[in-house]
Every structure is written in structure tokens, then in C-alpha cells.
Nanobody, 122 residues
Framework: VQLQASGGGLVQAGGSLRLSCAASGRTFSSYGMGWFRQAPGKEREFVAA????????EYADSVKGRFTISRDNARNTVSLQMNSLRPEDTAVYYC????????????????WGQGTLVTVSS
């Protein structure tokens, strides 16, 4: 499966952005999906994950209550709604797909998108 992330940009602290990830192929619903991010000078970290059906979600503590992950299996897309953004949310955001159930561990993911940059100004 090929993944294409979009929706990044520059936003002021407290603002919102919605990231989208479009997947190719006809088996999108068989993949658990996740979002990860990598800030400058830091390792990539887990942000959010969603199960194949979309009924189960999981979030990093740092984004819980502010970010929402969702998916549309009919349109082969997964989204990340980001509200109340903070400067520390600045990072390149990656969507990823896992053949297994959704997961919080980076090494469990099989396919990665190219990343989209989110910059939050203070």
C-alpha cells in the first residue's frame, strides 16, 4: 500500500489543523493505521492509532484530548484532527499502515507515507 500525507502547514498556538492520509489499493480496511511525528533533533514518536474498523483508537498522552484520529474505509483515508496546537507539536507527521492490528510501536508498521510538516508558532 502507498500512503500520501497532506494537510500540514503553519498555524498559531491554539489553532487547529487537519491532516489526511490517502492510501492506494483495495485492502485499506485490512490495515491498522497510525500517525507518528518527528520533531527537529528528536526521534520519531507515536501520536495516534486506529483499528481496522475504526472502532478502537489510542493516543499518546501528550495529545490526548486535543487530537482525534479517524478513518474512512470507503475512501481509503485516515485523518488526524489536531486542536489546541502547541509549539511543541511542531514536527513532521507521518501516517503509517500495519498489516497487524493497530499498534503504538513504530517497528510494527509496514508502510509509511512521506510526511507532512506542521509548524506551530507561539
Amino acid at each position: 500500500v502507498q500512503l500520501q500525507a497532506s494537510g500540514g502547514g503553519l498555524v498559531q498556538a491554539g489553532g487547529s489543523l487537519r491532516l489526511s492520509c490517502a492510501a492506494s489499493g483495495r485492502t485499506f480496511s485490512s490495515y491498522g493505521m497510525g500517525w507518528f511525528r518527528q520533531a527537529p533533533g528528536k526521534e520519531r514518536e507515536f501520536v495516534a492509532a486506529i483499528s481496522r474498523s475504526g472502532t478502537i483508537t489510542e493516543y499518546a498522552d501528550s495529545v490526548k484530548g486535543r487530537f482525534t484520529i479517524s478513518r474512512d474505509n470507503a475512501r481509503n483515508t485516515v485523518s488526524l484532527q489536531m486542536n489546541s496546537l502547541r509549539p511543541e507539536d511542531t514536527a513532521v507527521y507521518y501516517c503509517a499502515a500495519t498489516k497487524g492490528p493497530y499498534n503504538t510501536y513504530e517497528f510494527r508498521y509496514d508502510y509509511w507515507g512521506q510526511g507532512t510538516l506542521v509548524t506551530v508558532s507561539s
